[in-house]
């Protein structure tokens, strides 16, 4: 029998670090800035905190023990905090 939760969560931490690397593939196009200037811009720190809360909830989802499942849930909200912080930086500007 296929263990559908297993597949959903391998699919969302796979799914969130093929979008970090697909930021992270723009973000060097750019010649005239460094990866790590581009990476710094509010609308690149927000994909990038998409990309660590899909593959956090992957990660959270796929385990089997709780104190795991508690610390990757402490890390997703982290990350969902440095999101609305972005979020709201770029609000402001």
């Not at 699919?11 to 697909?22: D, E, Q, S, V």
């Not at 905190?49 to 849930?73: P, Q």
Request: proline residues 1%; aromatic residues 14%; charged residues 15%.
């Amino acid at each position: 029998m296929i263990e559908w939760l297993g597949v959903f969560a391998a699919a969302m931490w796979i799914g969130g670090l093929a979008w970090l690397l697909t930021v992270l593939g723009f973000a060097r196009t750019f010649r005239d800035k460094t990866t790590r200037q581009v990476l710094g811009e509010p609308e690149y720190r927000l994909a990038t905190t998409s990309g660590i809360l899909l593959f956090t909830v992957g990660m959270a989802l796929g385990v089997n023990t709780w104190y795991e499942r508690a610390g990757w849930i402490v890390v997703a909200l982290l990350t969902i905090w440095d999101g609305i912080t972005v979020w709201q930086a770029m609000r402001k500007s």
